[in-house]
């Protein structure tokens, strides 16, 4: 059973196109999270939401928006795509906000803009 | 400005020594600290947490250090093998309670047989 599960694994899309990428995690956690590794490997922090609202939220364009339908989904789509936005993207997930806690990260999104 | 730094891109260790990689970090105090082995194509995968009152935590062949006052975390991977090659991330909180974690550069570890 996977633990934090990310669809698509490869997205390949035209500059100015929309798209959307899910997770969901089985672990029963209540702390959820986007992150955006670059061709540098550098990993960073996009969002946070616990129990389906909104903790983290560092400087984003806000052409990229999380939505959480419940605990165990948060999906991010992102408007007029552009070259920039070519990294991959990994959902994690953990126990509870405000107490230190280990992150179970998902497979990753390679999402490639041309 | 904060800064988490970790030593070389880049480590390449013979096969049963010991490898030592270090987390530097400038303006932060975290409560805790934690490291993680990233494979290529896969995410990351928890490693160790240690805590700023404790000085050291072992698993099995894995030990890690926590110096707040040098504000410094050395990981160590005694008799090394080559399954050990991996990226291995340091992460910090912000003390802030709200789970966000900071990730270093992160140190190639390549373990030559």
């Known amino acids: 059973d996977t633990a934090v599960s990310q669809t698509p694994k490869y997205l390949v899309t035209q500059m100015g196109n929309d798209k959307s990428i899910k997770c969901e995690q089985n672990?029963?956690?209540?702390?959820m999270y986007w992150y955006k590794q670059d061709s540098k490997k550098f990993l960073k922090i996009m969002f946070s939401?616990?129990?389906?609202?909104?903790?983290i939220n560092e400087t984003v364009p806000n052409r990229f928006s999380p939505k959480s339908p419940d605990k165990a989904h948060l999906n991010l789509h992102i408007n007029s795509l552009e070259l920039g936005d070519s990294a991959v993207y990994f959902c994690?997930?953990?126990?509870?906000?405000?107490?230190?806690?280990?992150?179970?990260f998902g497979p990753g999104t390679r999402l490639l803009v041309l | 400005s904060q800064k988490i730094e970790q030593n070389s891109e880049a480590l390449n260790i013979q096969e049963g020594k010991t490898a030592t990689l270090t987390c530097n970090y400038t303006n932060y105090s975290p409560a805790y600290l934690q490291w993680y082995r990233q494979d290529p194509g896969r995410g990351p995968v928890f490693l160790l947490l240690i805590r700023e009152n404790e000085k050291e935590k072992r698993k099995e062949r894995l030990k890690v250090t926590f110096d707040t006052t040098l504000k410094q975390s050395l990981f160590h991977i005694t008799a090394s093998q080559p399954a050990d090659s991996a990226t291995y991330l340091c992460?910090?909180?912000?003390?802030?309670?709200?789970?966000?974690?900071?990730f270093g550069t992160g140190t190639r570890l390549t373990i030559i047989p």
């Open positions: 992460a910090l909180d912000n003390n802030f309670g709200n789970e966000k974690l900071t």
């Open positions: 672990l029963g956690h209540d702390t």
């Open positions: 939401y616990n129990n389906k609202e909104l903790i």
């Open positions: 994690a997930s953990s126990q509870e906000a405000g107490l230190p806690s280990t992150q179970y």
